[in-house]
């Protein structure tokens, strides 16, 4: 499949795990434990796994290690997941500021970019104090103008969800998910 044709079915790939790429507050963690709840199956968060590794909350990794730290730290729990098959799996807002960290998503599965807007994510974050790369709302925007085309760049699909009721966006990844054998 090219990245382009939503029509068609495509050949899993490497462990066949799911990958939620996306902004923050778009909804990444709350779509894949819908997901692995209405097919029984595995779903993980990379921040949570970084925060297990490390012994500590994100915003204290980054005090401690800075933003380098924390993405070699994201780049190594990413990398552990080849051992697992089939997960579903909501990565950070800044997983694809590491080049080596979307070869290694192509190469255990898929990515699906949750595509919306910026003023709908900043609904969903309930405090920016808690998100140590937000220094502000105006910095904020700078990120989602910054990430946007990464995101496009890695994803195999796409998924709008301007609008959408974190359940619709579920059914309606569920529904693209299986018309291509992904699920």
Do not use: W
């Amino acid at each position: 499949m090219t990245r382009g044709d939503d029509a068609c079915r495509v050949d899993k790939r490497g462990c066949d795990h799911i990958f939620f790429i996306g902004f923050l507050g778009a909804g990444k963690s709350t779509l894949a434990r819908n997901l692995g709840r209405m097919f029984r199956r595995r779903y993980v968060d990379t921040d949570r796994l970084v925060e297990r590794r490390a012994g500590m909350p994100i915003s204290e990794i980054f005090d401690v290690k800075g933003e380098n730290g924390f993405r070699a730290l994201e780049t190594s729990v990413l990398a552990s997941l080849e051992a697992k098959r089939s997960l579903l799996v909501s990565c950070g807002g800044g997983i694809v500021e590491t080049p080596d960290n979307i070869d290694l998503m192509r190469g255990m599965g898929y990515c699906v970019y949750l595509d919306g807007d910026l003023d709908d994510s900043l609904r969903q974050i309930r405090s920016l104090e808690n998100r140590p790369d937000f220094r502000s709302t105006e910095h904020a925007a700078e990120l989602f103008r910054h990430r946007r085309p990464l995101y496009e760049a890695a994803a195999d699909l796409t998924l709008d969800i301007r609008g959408r009721t974190f359940k619709e966006v579920s059914y309606l990844c569920a529904e693209m998910l299986l018309e291509r054998g992904l699920l």
